[in-house]
């Protein structure tokens, strides 16, 4: 077999000038090295760092400095963990972290139990379960501050509906302000939390029902398990990776927003709303200081690790 004289001295020819400094040759010799995918991932990695890493970090370098922008008297320097001290003797605070805490457990119980009878009931594919899919969905396609003002004027103690509904079916004796008694508007503002939220429950464990195998039910039949002991013993433990994932989500959206109790309560009356992502809020856009709402926001961060952390280590979710 003989070679073709022509390919030969082609292939013996010298590289020209283009050829050697040609991207695509480059790029072509790059993509066959292991360094190609790390260069692949380097715009999400530069973006990650822009609007992920970059805040938290200034946010936390932020609670160690002096930041009040109504007293520029003061300056910006460092003053270390002067701020976390503040907080040990801020009654405010601890007000805040007990309120975080009822306002957290009260709206994801509520918003788990609902949401789990919600997605048990449209799972079982009966006439007008797809009607029955938009108005549950309907609350969480609602925006918080329009949530938050309808609900207010329901609960208006002069014009609304709710308030003369209870009043006609003889469970009230008269209107009530609901969200100006410290002894009913935290209970009031969870219920409006729990009801605009609870479709995301909904939505994810829904999800989680369909991927579990109907065999596991018909072998339950027949073994003479009923309706209770197919939900404690097959459908609660199949959804326990989307439960845990679905409670540390909403866990992280209830602490860090605070829009809801901003329009219902703004905190008050008398701090019985108010929150630690509120009290954050208003220390940064009405106080000014952003240095002591920096360490609270760090504060928060903190709690919401070490929550996700233990939930996960009790929930055993990494061990399946």
């Known amino acids: 077999m003989t070679s073709n004289p022509q390919s030969i001295m082609a292939s013996s020819r010298p590289l020209s000038t283009w050829d050697r400094i040609n991207p695509a040759r480059y790029i072509g010799e790059l993509s066959e090295t292991r360094f190609w995918m790390y260069l692949l991932l380097l715009p999400s990695a530069l973006l990650i760092m822009g609007v992920v890493i970059y805040p938290t970090l200034y946010g936390f370098q932020l609670s160690f400095r002096e ?3 109504n007293r520029p008297d003061l300056g910006t320097d460092w003053v270390l963990l002067k701020h976390y001290q503040r907080m040990l003797s801020d009654q405010i605070f601890w007000i805040s972290l007990r309120n975080t805490a009822v306002w957290v457990t009260a709206a994801v119980t509520i918003e788990f139990s609902v949401g789990l009878i919600a997605a048990l009931a449209l799972n079982r ?7 029955l899919a938009v108005f549950i969905l309907l609350p ?3 925006p918080n501050v329009v949530a938050g003002h309808m609900w207010a004027l329901m609960l208006d103690p002069r014009l609304g509906v709710i308030n003369d509904l209870l009043v006609k079916v003889g469970l009230l004796g008269g209107y009530k302000a609901w969200f100006a008694d410290p002894s009913t508007a935290m209970a009031a503002a969870i219920i409006v939390e729990a009801w605009h939220s609870f479709p995301f429950f909904t939505l994810l464990l829904l999800a989680g029902l369909k991927g579990i195998p109907t065999d596991l039910y018909k072998a339950a039949d027949i073994d003479g398990a009923g309706s209770i002991s197919q939900l404690r013993l097959i459908t609660l433990p199949m959804l326990k990776t989307v439960i845990a ?3 540390i989500l909403r866990v992280i ?6 829009d809801l109790l901003l ?8 701090r019985s709303t108010q929150v630690l992502s509120l009290y954050a809020f208003q220390t940064a856009y009405k106080d000014f200081n952003f240095g002591y709402a920096g360490a609270l926001s760090v504060i928060m961060f903190i709690l919401l690790m070490m929550f996700a952390w233990v939930y996960v280590r009790l929930s055993k979710v990494n061990q399946d």
């Open 253 to 258: 959206g209830l602490v860090n927003s605070p």
């Open 67 to 69: 930041m009040r922008l």
């Open 263 to 270: 329009i219902l309560t703004s905190g008050g009356p008398g």
């Open 140 to 142: 969480f396609f609602l």
């Open 125 to 131: 594919n009966l006439p007008g379960t797809k009607v």
């Open 245 to 247: 994932a679905a409670v």
